[in-house]
T-cell receptor, first 112, second 112 residues
Framework: DAGVIQSPRHEVTEMGQEVTLRCKPISGHDYLFWYRQTMMRGLELLIY????????DSGMPEDRFSAKMPNASFSTLKIQPSEPRDSAVYFCATTKQGIEQFFGPGTRLTVL | GQNIDQPTEMTATEGAIVQINCTYQTSGFNGLFWYQQHAGEAPTFLSY????GLEEKGRFSSFLSRSKGYSYLLLKELQMKDSASYLC?????????????FGTGTRLQVFP
């Protein structure tokens, strides 16, 4: 298996622009998590899905952030409009009701 | 709420043993995890403890005391490649799922 796939790996954009991050989970995994990592706050859970249904979005910082999982093979995290404080590494992770979460390589977002 | 504390940085010498501590305060408990994260890479799973005691896996061991809200990760025969951040995470007891709350991580530097 190719593991969790994220795209793009790097994104540089200007403040006010829309940003869309993408994630393809490991086939058969029924949980998908979106995390944000910064030096100051560490790794924070933003939202997670179970069987494509959002279960807990309490970590989504504000209405500018939205996430979807239209099918078992694809999820997006969108920021509109983006702000410099959104600069971080965004990870997608998946698991099959197991112990171990498998993380994707992350998307490094820079908002100028 | 959840509070997870671990030292920010540690240093050690190649071939030595190092212990990374983690304390947590939670309303309940459903498992504690350790992840390793090399600079610029994604976190990878190291260990899982749900019962008190020591779990050994090669050069790495993890210990848990639920009554004390305490865990440690023990790394033996340190190698240069062990230089990384080590993240302690607690499974959120509010949900019977894999939702994890992460500490800010301990950055370990191994010197020759």
């Amino acid at each position: 298996d190719a593991g969790v796939i994220q795209s793009p790996r790097h994104e540089v954009t200007e403040m006010g622009q829309e940003v869309t991050l993408r994630c393809k989970p490991i086939s058969g995994h029924d949980y998908l998590f979106w995390y944000r990592q910064t030096m100051m706050r560490g790794l924070e859970l933003l939202i997670y899905f179970n069987n494509n249904v959002p279960i807990d979005d309490s970590g989504m910082p504000e209405d500018r952030f939205s996430a979807k999982m239209p099918n078992a093979s694809f999820s997006t995290l969108k920021i509109q409009p983006s702000e410099p404080r959104d600069s971080a590494v965004y990870f997608c992770a998946t698991t099959k009701q197991g112990i171990e979460q498998f993380f994707g390589p992350g998307t490094r977002l820079t908002v100028l | 709420g959840q509070n997870i504390d671990q030292p920010t940085e540690m240093t050690a010498t190649e071939g030595a043993i190092v212990q990374i501590n983690c304390t947590y305060q939670t309303s309940g408990f459903n498992g504690l995890f350790w992840y390793q994260q090399h600079a610029g890479e994604a976190p990878t799973f190291l260990s899982y403890n749900v019962l008190d005691g020591l779990e050994e896996k090669g050069r790495f061991s993890s210990f848990l005391s639920r009554s004390k809200g305490y865990s440690y990760l023990l790394l033996k025969e340190l190698q240069m490649k062990d230089s990384a951040s080590y993240l302690c995470a607690v499974r959120d007891p509010s949900y019977n799922t894999d939702k994890l709350i992460f500490g800010t991580g301990t950055r370990l530097q191994v010197f020759p």
